[in-house]
């Protein structure tokens, strides 16, 4: 029974919201203050008297400790009635739980007595009743995790170590915790967060081949996570933290991608940033794929030869050029260190003002709630009481306004949901303009067609029949660029299956560009 009603304690940083929200005033740090003992934060380390539940001594003990032995007794116990408590506690296992291991039966509910205790089989040798029981089933040539599995138990949820042949159906065993984890916070996990939070082992993450194997495990499309805010496809996590983050520290002007940073003679690589400085020299940045110490697939050997090829080129053209190299290894790291280290490395180069940014817009948009979303958008309104222009938005981020169309909302009844107006673009339109409507799309995954154009602006459908019909400016898209989605390639080889010769919409010319596209693709795979 506790004994003490109040304590005196004092003001610090990591109990100071704790006890603001049980309704305390702070007044200031390291000042003391007075705490009911219902209040008292259970880790505590103020002394505090209690009285022993079976022999009625008083005591003295750490607030902690006190919680500790309550929650692990269900009781309040002096020093010498929780010893007397282990001693019978022993002997009641020796005589009940642990006594006859004979038949298979028994071991099991053995087995079952013991994870309802200690909720693991890690170090289950390093006690006296789980060596015991492990023995025992090893000398009836029994096996620990089978029963285990038999009993209802998910192998990777009660050991770090797997036993033999478990990753054959590990794989699949995996696909519910990553769907799961998808479905939650609407994007993959990372490496670091595969480990500590699915549970994953970190050698068969690697001998798996790495985060793309195991988003083909459950068709994962990365696509919708990748788009930064300024509408850049990015090729890792790590690029897209980097890439965000440039944006948020207003550099989204200041950079190019995918540039050629060696001459003619060496054209073989593009980076992944390009700065270009006062001083006429180019500022390439490498946001490395994989962890030096990566070397165990050969995607990731291969990978490794690259760099430092790379490196090599790097180093003899190091007169024009500077290199900044970001390792994969700081993305383990948590947003705060990620950021800093970005500014330590940029901030000599290019005009940096050191400003933290959220997680959320670190990573991606999808993670904003659309009133998040709505309050980015509105930072480039005209007037605060209306939506900015489609392509002013575009022009601020176009990760956001593709996230806005990824939601299945058309910009005008996002607008209607928080009760504002939009701003009507005047555009001069043109096949070019309808052309970067087409690439819009594409970036968020859709196929070209009225419900998707309409998405994009109101009357963009009805704009076309001022160029010519849908099938036809697709068809002239398409053969001036390389990259072509699946979905559309087979939309292209259903319009050539079906003979449109034979109608008045299409013409030969129009069947011989959809062929010639798809011959074109032989030499740009996807």
Same mark, same amino acid.
């Given at each position: 029974?506790?004994?003490?009603?109040? #304590?005196?304690?004092?003001?610090?940083?990591?109990?100071?919201?704790?006890?603001?929200?049980?309704?305390?005033?702070?007044?200031?740090?390291?000042?003391?203050?007075?705490?009911?003992?219902?209040?008292?934060?259970?880790?505590?380390?103020?002394?505090?008297?209690?009285?022993?539940?079976?022999?009625?001594?008083?005591?003295?003990?750490?607030?902690?400790?006190?919680?500790?032995?309550?929650?692990?007794?269900?009781?309040?116990?002096?020093?010498?009635?929780?010893?007397?408590?282990?001693?019978?506690?022993?002997?009641?296992?020796?005589?009940?739980?642990?006594?006859?291991?004979?038949?298979?039966?028994?071991?099991?509910?053995?087995?079952?007595?013991?994870?309802?205790?200690?909720?693991?089989?890690?170090?289950?040798?390093?006690?006296?009743?789980?060596?015991?029981?492990?023995?025992?089933?090893?000398?009836?040539?029994?096996? #620990?995790?089978?029963?285990?599995?038999?009993?209802?138990?998910?192998?990777?949820?009660?050991?770090?170590?797997?036993?033999?042949?478990?990753?054959?159906?590990?794989?699949?065993?995996?696909?519910?915790?990553?769907?799961?984890?998808?479905?939650?916070?609407?994007?993959?996990?990372?490496?670091?967060?595969?480990?500590?939070?699915?549970?994953?082992? !970190?050698?068969?993450?690697?001998?798996?081949?790495?985060?793309?194997?195991?988003?083909?495990?459950?068709?994962?499309?990365?696509?919708?996570?990748?788009?930064?805010?300024?509408?850049?496809?990015?090729?890792?996590?790590?690029?897209?933290? !980097?890439?965000?983050?440039?944006?948020? &520290?207003?550099?989204?002007?200041?950079?190019?991608?995918?540039?050629?940073?060696?001459?003619?003679?060496?054209?073989?690589?593009?980076?992944?940033?390009?700065?270009?400085?006062?001083?006429?020299?180019?500022?390439?940045?490498?946001?490395?794929?994989?962890?030096?110490?990566?070397?165990?697939?050969?995607?990731?050997?291969?990978? &490794?030869?690259?760099?430092?090829?790379?490196? #090599?080129?790097?180093?003899?053209?190091?007169?024009?050029?500077?290199?900044?190299?970001?390792?994969?290894?700081?993305?383990?790291?948590?947003?705060?260190?990620?950021?800093?280290?970005?500014?330590?490395?940029?901030?000599?180069?290019?005009?940096?003002?050191?400003?933290?940014?959220?997680?959320?817009?670190?990573?991606?948009?999808?993670?904003? !709630?659309?009133?998040?979303?709505?309050?980015?958008?509105?930072?480039?309104?005209?007037?605060?009481?209306?939506?900015?222009? !489609?392509?002013?938005?575009?022009?601020?981020?176009?990760?956001?306004?593709?996230?806005?169309?990824?939601?299945?909302?058309?910009?005008?009844?996002?607008?209607?949901?928080?009760?504002?107006?939009?701003? &009507?673009?005047?555009?001069?339109?043109?096949?070019?303009?309808?052309?970067?409507?087409?690439?819009?799309?594409?970036?968020?995954?859709? #196929?070209?067609?009225?419900?998707?154009?309409?998405?994009?602006?109101?009357?963009?459908?009805?704009?076309?029949?001022?160029?010519?019909?849908?099938?036809?400016?697709?068809?002239?898209?398409?053969?001036?660029?390389?990259?072509?989605?699946?979905?559309?390639?087979?939309?292209?080889?259903?319009?050539?299956?079906?003979?449109?010769?034979?109608?008045?919409?299409?013409?030969?010319?129009?069947?011989?560009?959809?062929?010639?596209?798809?011959?074109?693709?032989?030499?740009?795979?996807?």
């Amino acid at each position: 029974m506790l004994i003490t009603k109040e #304590v005196t304690t004092t003001w610090n940083p990591t109990t100071r919201k704790y006890y603001e929200d049980l309704g305390y005033t702070y007044t200031k740090q390291h000042a003391e203050f007075i705490v009911k003992i219902e209040d008292l934060h259970k880790g505590s380390n103020s002394k505090i008297d209690y009285q022993c539940d079976l022999c009625g001594e008083k005591a003295s003990i750490m607030f902690y400790e006190y919680n500790e032995k309550k929650n692990k007794y269900g009781k309040d116990l002096c020093l010498k009635c929780v010893h007397k408590n282990i001693t019978q506690t022993t002997r009641k296992r020796n005589d009940d739980n642990y006594s006859r291991h004979d038949t298979h039966e028994k071991r099991k509910a053995d087995l079952q007595n013991y994870l309802l205790e200690h909720k693991t089989l890690n170090k289950m040798t390093t006690n006296t009743f789980g060596k015991r029981l492990y023995d025992n089933f090893k000398s009836y040539k029994d096996d #620990v995790y089978d029963t285990a599995i038999e009993l209802g138990y998910k192998i990777e949820d009660i050991s770090k170590t797997m036993p033999k042949n478990y990753y054959v159906n590990y794989p699949e065993i995996l696909k519910d915790k990553l769907i799961s984890f998808t479905t939650e916070y609407k994007r993959f996990p990372r490496i670091k967060e595969m480990e500590k939070i699915l549970q994953i082992n !970190t050698h068969f993450i690697s001998d798996f081949g790495g985060l793309d194997e195991f988003k083909k495990l459950i068709n994962y499309d990365d696509s919708k996570d990748l788009i930064d805010l300024r509408g850049d496809y990015n090729r890792s996590i790590a690029e897209l933290i !980097t890439a965000n983050y440039f944006y948020s &520290q207003g550099l989204k002007d200041k950079y190019n991608r995918e540039q050629y940073p060696f001459p003619k003679e060496d054209r073989y690589f593009r980076s992944d940033f390009t700065f270009y400085l006062e001083n006429n020299k180019e500022l390439h940045v490498e946001v490395w794929g994989f962890r030096e110490s990566e070397n165990s697939t050969e995607k990731a050997i291969h990978y &490794q030869k690259t760099r430092k090829f790379k490196e #090599v080129l790097y180093e003899k053209y190091s007169d024009d050029i500077i290199l900044i190299s970001i390792n994969y290894e700081l993305f383990d790291k948590k947003y705060d260190e990620i950021q800093k280290h970005l500014y330590n490395l940029f901030s000599p180069y290019v005009n940096l003002k050191f400003k933290n940014v959220s997680y959320k817009k670190l990573l991606s948009p999808s993670l904003l !709630t659309d009133d998040e979303l709505f309050n980015e958008a509105m930072i480039v309104s005209p007037d605060g009481i209306t939506l900015p222009m !489609t392509s002013d938005l575009i022009k601020h981020s176009a990760g956001l306004y593709y996230q806005i169309l990824k939601r299945g909302y058309t910009y005008g009844g996002f607008a209607k949901k928080f009760g504002v107006k939009t701003k &009507q673009d005047k555009i001069e339109w043109s096949k070019k303009l309808i052309f970067e409507y087409f690439e819009e799309i594409i970036k968020v995954g859709k #196929v070209i067609n009225i419900k998707s154009m309409n998405e994009q602006h109101s009357n963009l459908a009805d704009i076309l029949k001022k160029y010519g019909y849908v099938t036809k400016l697709k068809i002239e898209y398409f053969s001036k660029i390389n990259s072509i989605p699946e979905q559309e390639l087979k939309w292209i080889k259903n319009l050539i299956d079906k003979d449109i010769n034979s109608t008045a919409k299409y013409s030969k010319k129009d069947i011989d560009k959809a062929k010639q596209i798809l011959e074109k693709q032989k030499e740009y795979p996807q």
